[in-house]
């Protein structure tokens, strides 16, 4: 699988204060632990807010995809934004996990590997389910990602890890993208509202 700068389940590469792509007050001043909490648990309360407003089988239309197209990471993955809104969810709840392991494995093995995660691989696994059915594994799994981050003190943030492909990382650049990870598909699931509650079709 290409691996681009920005990657999905990967902490972009480069500055770690310019990873957390979140706008909200949290995000200015030095990038601490308490900095990304914050920042990651107002992206949470947002896309759980929007849920309760999905059934599970929304999806966005060629204009609503155009829009969103050049946002965040989508750019180097677009065909998430094809998805459903149960399959959007699924990708969280899968993506909270991943994170949560690579928090852990860091921690306890300094230069630990971490294997790459293909976002697509199980999209097809969540397509049909009902949003009801998935609000409470992913409420589970981020407050799981937010414990683990918690956890953390500013020391560990510059605890030395490495990618797969050889590329070096730390935790602090592996937990800052995920405030602006979820700030994404939180924009993707309000396009989906906002055009099923207009009643658009979906060109």
């Not at 957390?20 to 947002?46: M, Y």
């Not at 065909?79 to 921690?107: D, N, Y």
């Not at 935790?171 to 309000?190: K, M």
Request: proline content about 5%.
């Amino acid at each position: 699988m290409t691996k681009p700068q920005r990657a999905d389940t990967r902490a972009p590469r480069g500055g770690l204060a310019a990873e957390t792509r979140v706008e909200t007050s949290h995000t200015t001043g030095p990038l601490l632990v308490e900095t990304i909490v914050l920042a990651l648990r107002d992206q949470q309360n947002r896309v759980a807010r929007v849920l309760e407003d999905l059934s599970g089988d929304e999806a966005l239309g060629v204009a609503a995809r155009k829009m969103l197209i050049d946002i965040g990471h989508f750019p180097d993955y677009a065909p998430e934004l094809l998805w459903t809104a149960a399959q959007v969810t699924g990708h969280l709840i899968e993506s909270a996990r991943v994170f949560t392991g690579r928090v852990r494995t860091v921690r306890a093995q300094r230069g630990a590997v971490l294997a790459d995660f293909d976002p697509y691989r199980n999209a097809g696994r969540w397509a049909g389910q009902a949003i009801c059915q998935l609000q409470e594994p992913l409420g589970q799994a981020h407050k799981q990602l937010l414990n683990a981050i918690e956890s953390l003190d500013e020391r560990a943030l510059l605890i030395p890890a490495v990618w797969d492909d050889g590329t070096p990382v730390t935790l602090g650049a592996v937990v800052g993208f995920l405030p602006g990870h979820v700030s994404d598909h939180a924009r993707q699931l309000e396009a989906m509202r906002n055009l099923s509650s207009r009643g658009s079709d979906r060109r």
